[in-house]
């Protein structure tokens, strides 16, 4: 059985960074042809793709947000991680990770809120 589980500050300062895990078990994050991605859903807002890396550790990232996003991962320990640096309060969401987002193989985390205030 396939798990994602999110780790991670839950408040942060606006300019300070933002750093998130996403520990995945039952299956590798090299298994091709499976992607590895981040999404954010705001206050009363929609789901925000912020970007993903693939099995092969190619990373694509959502123009909106690439000037402030890495992904990155360990495969040691299962992991990809999510860095989003000069915070705003505007970046305050809830934070899932997610196999294949938006497709029918897709499995997501239990997600994990992020506030930034100062």
């Known amino acids: 059985q396939v798990q994602l589980q999110e780790s991670g500050p839950g408040l942060l300062k606006p300019s300070q960074t933002l750093s998130l895990t996403c520990t995945v078990s039952?299956?590798?994050?090299?298994?091709?042809?499976?992607?590895w991605s981040w999404v954010r859903q705001p206050p009363g807002k929609e789901l925000q793709w912020i970007g993903l890396?693939?099995?092969?550790?190619?990373?694509v990232l959502s123009p909106s947000l690439d000037s402030r996003t890495s992904i990155s991962r360990d495969t040691s320990k299962n992991q990809f991680t999510l860095q989003l640096r000069s915070l705003t309060p505007e970046d305050t969401a809830v934070y899932y990770c997610?196999?294949?987002?938006?497709?029918?193989?897709?499995?997501r985390g239990q997600g994990t809120q992020v506030i930034v205030s100062s």
């Open positions: 039952g299956v590798s994050i090299t298994t091709n042809p499976y992607t």
């Open positions: 890396i693939a099995h092969s550790g190619i990373t």
């Open positions: 997610f196999r294949d987002y938006n497709s029918p193989t897709s499995v």
